[in-house]
């Protein structure tokens, strides 16, 4: 322990003399772990909000009971089932706007009486005594502590609906999921204003057997699966935040790595002396090792609390995110446990690890004699030079092989992940390869000294430079892809927004008096009644759409593929269909194939005539004609209207339905507003992964900071030769500025087409693999431009101090390098 002790103790005490090598190994720690960890959390909660909300009614497993037509069932179904024997449970479900708050959240009426024994509500025995106060007047309603906070409300408050019902009295609940309210089936009744209906009936799983004529006709079995779980849905999405993630790990893991490798080699006597003191290696290494995972305890702490800042930062934009493209809700404040704060550590000490395992390795297999020979660390470079070749080939092997046979959204990331670390690694060999090329006889001994010196310059800086080509190529993709999307998913929703206003009734009978109303209005020209249905399509979640003939969706409805001839007259003139991209993809149909679809009145077999983009959309989508639809499922009421109407007059009608209909915002939705909505997603979508594009952009350039600060403490040895041959210290800044710009610009040419090819991976591959459509592969110069201008502003800014401190050294400091190189 003693020779451990002050092994330790001289290892530390480079430190001291080298603080900015310590800062830089505790900067690629603290934000490698900050970025990772930051999205881990983000992840976690949202995970969390989904098991929350998959187990609001829990315990045992459950089957559900719906109507095969889609719609409401009336409350008889409840009373007639128990009757007959059935453990039916009723659940209603639907939406409600807080007035004050201006927030939609979910209703879920129960009945808790009646659930399955051993049901848990929101991790509650159904049979607690709280469920005393629950259904009895004045009622209660269940809110998630969270959502509580973040609407800053209180128990016992009761704020209004924006349909002017009053909720009871609200309680906060530990296990309750964010954004739902659960009320007593009754009180749910009222504010939906959906009096005795019901959304489906609950019953064990283990109940087995034929419903009764005539509820086997009109009712369907859904067994409880995870294909509509919140999680799933959602899934490619946290995968591509994971993804960005890492990357911004590795890019600070690059740091870490070029830190502790060049304090390894300036520990060079020092390592000779302690060897030769009679320290053994594997007290060596051990030393080592602590000393390692003391720093990145350190940078670990750091990053871990940085971390939490982050995803707090960042998680109303992606909470509204997925509250808009997916309906899932997730809590708007951070609740973490223990085991992340652990794991996140665990992540930054593993990470250090990995960076300085080559190091120690080295430093491990040198011989004794040779740990203080300069030349002997540049031969082990040039050796590990050619086998980091090696894998570069490898790794290009494995991007081949999975763009070839892949298809999934594993492979499509082992694509994209083989592909950065094959050009990275082999970047330093591109860029040597290319300056040897370059230097030739006929170049003055100026010239030839300066690309000869970027040579020398690759080993301390490649490790900058690959950081830097990561960061650039993402930028590049990730930025190629989001402007694509917002142009394409701008153009998309100009097509399909086409009509005016957009209204949903509230019920049958108040769609019927809309249809008599809204023709007789001065300012409308056309009124088009659309029909909707929930469905599943080989456990697919799937919305079944009906629409009348009109030259509406004939004109601006965007089809990607067709039969030949018109589909517009093939869909009206019934028994075909028209389906989203991402549904065809998932169920492998193109055009000319047969779909069944379940109906009220049996199977019926519709062939696909056209397939549409439906971007942002994670359920399947079918349009099909509205007479097919009523057809098979005559009881379905029209459930929105597209009017067409004369643009200056939306705001009167819409003032004019709310007076005489009672219709809410959520209910009256105009072009305006819905594009507005639609495009404040979207930008919100993208928000978090500019956010992390742009940080791993920034940590790029604090390891070229730190590599150019790092070497110029070292780059004396060769400038001093120059100056005293009479080159100017102008002229040497010039020169130094001049090869980091080269080096810099190389990788930035490299950089380029990696990016564009990592856009295509993203639009062509996950993409499709993760949400089932693929975008127009764009490249924007404007854009590349900007990130050249970008990447070379932040060369010279990383240069700055460097050459400030060449111009600061005094002469004496250039003759005494002299001297010591004699």
Same mark, same amino acid.
Request: include cysteine; aromatic fraction near 8%; hydrophobic fraction near 50%.
């Given at each position: 322990?003693? #020779?451990?002790?002050?092994?330790?103790?001289?290892?530390?005490?480079?430190?001291?003399?080298?603080?900015?090598?310590?800062?830089?190994?505790?900067?690629?720690?603290?934000?490698?772990?900050?970025?990772?960890?930051?999205?881990?959390?983000?992840?976690?909660?949202?995970?969390?909000?989904?098991?929350?909300?998959?187990?609001?009614?829990?315990?045992?497993?459950?089957?559900?009971?719906?109507?095969?037509?889609?719609?409401?069932?009336?409350?008889?179904?409840?009373?007639?089932?128990?009757?007959?024997?059935?453990?039916?449970?009723?659940?209603?479900?639907?939406?409600?706007?807080?007035?004050?708050?201006?927030?939609?959240?979910?209703?879920?009426?129960?009945?808790?009486?009646?659930?399955?024994?051993?049901?848990?509500?929101?991790?509650?025995?159904?049979?607690?005594?709280?469920?005393?106060?629950?259904?009895?007047?004045?009622?209660?309603?269940?809110?998630?502590?969270?959502?509580?906070?973040?609407?800053?409300?209180?128990?016992?408050?009761?704020?209004?609906?924006?349909?002017?019902?009053?909720?009871?009295?609200?309680?906060?609940?530990?296990?309750?999921?964010?954004?739902?309210?659960?009320?007593?089936?009754?009180?749910?009744?009222?504010?939906? *204003?959906?009096?005795?209906?019901?959304?489906?009936?609950?019953?064990?799983?283990?109940?087995?057997?034929?419903?009764?004529?005539?509820?086997?006709?009109?009712?369907?079995?859904?067994?409880?699966?995870?294909?509509?779980?919140?999680?799933?849905?959602?899934?490619?999405?946290?995968?591509?935040?994971?993804?960005?993630?890492?990357?911004?790990?590795?890019?600070?893991?690059?740091? #870490?790595?070029?830190?502790?490798?060049?304090?390894?080699?300036?520990?060079?006597?020092?390592?000779?002396?302690?060897?030769?003191?009679?320290?053994?290696?594997?007290?060596?290494?051990?030393?080592?090792?602590?000393?390692?995972?003391?720093?990145?305890?350190?940078?670990?702490?750091?990053?871990?609390?940085?971390?939490?800042?982050?995803?707090?930062?960042?998680?109303?934009?992606?909470?509204?995110?997925?509250?808009?493209?997916?309906?899932?809700?997730?809590?708007?404040?951070?609740?973490?446990?223990?085991?992340?704060?652990?794991?996140?550590?665990?992540?930054?000490?593993?990470?250090?690890?990995?960076?300085?395992?080559?190091? &120690?390795?080295?430093?491990?297999?040198?011989?004794?004699?040779?740990?203080?020979?300069?030349?002997?660390?540049?031969?082990?470079?040039?050796?590990?030079?050619?086998?980091?070749?090696?894998?570069?080939?490898?790794?290009?092997?494995?991007?081949?092989?999975?763009?070839?046979?892949?298809?999934?959204?594993?492979?499509?990331?082992?694509?994209?992940?083989?592909?950065? &670390?094959?050009?990275?690694?082999?970047?330093?060999?591109?860029?040597?390869?290319?300056?040897?090329?370059?230097?030739?006889?006929?170049?003055?001994?100026?010239?030839?000294?300066?690309?000869?010196?970027?040579?020398?310059?690759?080993?301390?800086?490649?490790?900058?430079?690959?950081?830097?080509?990561?960061?650039?190529?993402?930028?590049?993709?990730?930025?190629?892809?989001?402007?694509?999307?917002?142009?394409?998913?701008?153009?998309?929703?100009?097509?399909?927004?086409?009509?005016?206003?957009?209204?949903?009734?509230?019920?049958?009978?108040?769609?019927?008096? &809309?249809?008599?109303?809204?023709?007789?209005?001065?300012?409308?020209?056309?009124?088009?009644?659309?029909?909707?249905?929930?469905?599943?399509?080989?456990?697919?979640?799937?919305?079944?759409?009906?629409?009348?003939?009109?030259?509406? $969706?004939?004109?601006?409805?965007?089809?990607?593929?067709?039969?030949?001839?018109?589909?517009?007259?093939?869909?009206?003139?019934?028994?075909?269909?028209?389906?989203?991209?991402?549904?065809?993809?998932?169920?492998?149909?193109?055009?000319?194939?047969?779909?069944?679809?379940?109906?009220?009145?049996?199977?019926?077999?519709? !062939?696909?005539?056209?397939? $549409?983009?439906?971007?942002?959309?994670?359920?399947?989508?079918?349009? #099909?004609?509205?007479?097919?639809?009523?057809?098979?499922?005559?009881?379905?009421?029209?459930?929105?209207?597209?009017?067409?109407? *004369?643009?200056?007059?939306?705001?009167?009608?819409?003032?004019?339905?709310? !007076?005489?209909?009672?219709?809410?915002?959520?209910?009256?939705?105009?072009?305006?507003?819905?594009?507005?909505?639609?495009?404040?997603?979207?930008?919100?979508?993208?928000?978090?992964?500019?956010?992390?594009?742009?940080?791993?952009?920034?940590?790029?350039?604090?390891?070229?900071?730190?590599?150019?600060?790092?070497?110029?403490?070292?780059?004396?040895?060769?400038?001093?030769?120059?100056?005293?041959?009479?080159?100017?210290?102008?002229?040497?800044?010039?020169?130094?500025?001049?090869?980091?710009? &080269?080096?810099?610009?190389?990788?930035?040419?490299?950089?380029?087409?990696?990016?564009?090819?990592?856009?295509?991976?993203?639009?062509?591959?996950?993409?499709?693999?993760?949400?089932?459509?693929?975008?127009?592969?764009? #490249?924007?110069?404007?854009?590349?431009?900007?990130?050249?201008?970008?990447?070379?502003?932040?060369?010279?800014?990383?240069?700055?101090?460097?050459?400030?401190?060449?111009?600061?050294?005094?002469?004496?400091?250039?003759?005494?390098?002299?001297?010591?190189?004699?």
């Amino acid at each position: 322990m003693t #020779v451990l002790y002050w092994t330790l103790r001289s290892l530390l005490s480079h430190w001291r003399k080298h603080p900015i090598q310590f800062f830089s190994l505790f900067t690629g720690l603290w934000l490698a772990t900050a970025l990772l960890t930051g999205v881990l959390a983000l992840n976690g909660q949202a995970r969390e909000s989904y098991a929350r909300a998959s187990q609001l009614i829990g315990g045992i497993p459950q089957a559900t009971l719906s109507a095969r037509n889609g719609s409401p069932l009336p409350q008889e179904s409840f009373s007639t089932l128990r009757r007959l024997g059935w453990p039916v449970s009723p659940v209603l479900q639907g939406s409600v706007v807080l007035e004050r708050q201006n927030r939609r959240l979910q209703v879920m009426g129960i009945e808790p009486v009646s659930l399955p024994a051993g049901s848990l509500l929101a991790g509650e025995p159904a049979d607690a005594p709280d469920l005393t106060a629950f259904i009895s007047p004045p009622n209660q309603t269940w809110i998630a502590e969270e959502t509580l906070r973040e609407l800053d409300l209180h128990n016992g408050d009761q704020p209004l609906l924006a349909n002017g019902q009053q909720l009871p009295p609200l309680q906060g609940k530990n296990r309750m999921a964010p954004g739902l309210l659960l009320v007593d089936i009754g009180v749910a009744q009222r504010l939906l *204003d959906m009096p005795h209906q019901i959304s489906r009936l609950i019953l064990p799983a283990s109940v087995q057997g034929d419903l009764p004529p005539p509820w086997n006709e009109r009712l369907q079995w859904q067994h409880q699966s995870n294909e509509n779980d919140p999680g799933r849905l959602t899934e490619s999405f946290h995968l591509n935040l994971t993804a960005l993630g890492l990357l911004a790990f590795a890019v600070g893991l690059f740091i #870490v790595h070029a830190a502790i490798g060049l304090a390894l080699e300036q520990r060079r006597p020092l390592l000779r002396t302690v060897r030769a003191s009679g320290v053994s290696v594997k007290h060596l290494l051990l030393a080592l090792v602590i000393e390692l995972s003391t720093l990145a305890l350190l940078g670990g702490i750091a990053g871990v609390v940085s971390g939490y800042v982050l995803a707090s930062l960042l998680l109303p934009d992606v909470a509204a995110s997925l509250r808009g493209l997916y309906g899932a809700e997730v809590a708007g404040q951070l609740t973490l446990s223990p085991t992340w704060w652990l794991g996140s550590l665990a992540l930054s000490l593993i990470g250090a690890l990995l960076a300085g395992a080559n190091s &120690l390795w080295r430093a491990a297999r040198l011989p004794l004699l040779a740990l203080a020979n300069h030349e002997a660390w540049h031969q082990a470079h040039r050796a590990w030079l050619h086998r980091q070749g090696w894998v570069a080939g490898i790794a290009a092997l494995v991007a081949l092989t999975a763009a070839w046979v892949g298809d999934s959204l594993t492979s499509g990331f082992i694509l994209m992940g083989s592909l950065l &670390l094959a050009s990275a690694l082999g970047l330093p060999l591109l860029l040597s390869t290319l300056l040897r090329l370059i230097s030739r006889p006929g170049h003055s001994p100026l010239t030839a000294w300066f690309l000869a010196d970027c040579r020398q310059q690759l080993p301390g800086m490649s490790l900058a430079l690959m950081a830097l080509l990561l960061a650039l190529a993402a930028n590049i993709g990730a930025g190629s892809m989001t402007e694509g999307f917002r142009q394409t998913f701008t153009t998309w929703l100009d097509q399909r927004l086409s009509a005016e206003l957009y209204i949903r009734p509230q019920t049958p009978e108040q769609a019927v008096a &809309l249809q008599q109303w809204l023709p007789n209005q001065p300012a409308v020209r056309r009124v088009l009644p659309g029909l909707e249905l929930e469905t599943e399509i080989q456990g697919w979640p799937l919305t079944l759409a009906g629409m009348e003939d009109d030259a509406t $969706y004939r004109q601006h409805w965007p089809l990607l593929e067709a039969q030949a001839g018109n589909p517009w007259d093939a869909l009206f003139a019934g028994g075909s269909l028209m389906l989203s991209e991402q549904l065809a993809r998932h169920l492998k149909v193109g055009i000319g194939h047969t779909i069944e679809l379940p109906t009220a009145e049996g199977i019926w077999q519709a !062939r696909v005539v056209a397939i $549409y983009a439906d971007y942002g959309n994670p359920r399947g989508h079918i349009l #099909v004609n509205a007479a097919d639809m009523r057809k098979y499922w005559p009881a379905l009421p029209v459930s929105r209207y597209a009017v067409r109407m *004369d643009p200056t007059a939306v705001a009167t009608l819409k003032h004019t339905l709310q !007076r005489n209909f009672s219709l809410d915002d959520t209910r009256l939705v105009d072009q305006a507003r819905l594009k507005e909505w639609a495009t404040q997603v979207f930008e919100r979508t993208f928000s978090a992964t500019t956010a992390l594009n742009t940080l791993t952009l920034i940590v790029a350039g604090i390891a070229l900071f730190i590599a150019l600060l790092t070497q110029s403490q070292s780059r004396l040895g060769q400038l001093a030769p120059l100056w005293a041959m009479g080159v100017t210290r102008r002229q040497l800044m010039l020169l130094n500025l001049g090869q980091t710009w &080269l080096l810099t610009l190389l990788t930035l040419v490299f950089a380029i087409p990696l990016g564009i090819l990592l856009a295509w991976c993203l639009v062509a591959v996950i993409n499709v693999q993760a949400f089932g459509w693929r975008l127009p592969l764009q #490249v924007f110069p404007s854009q590349l431009i900007r990130l050249a201008g970008l990447a070379l502003l932040a060369t010279w800014l990383a240069s700055a101090w460097p050459l400030w401190s060449l111009w600061r050294s005094r002469p004496v400091d250039l003759l005494r390098v002299l001297s010591d190189e004699r």
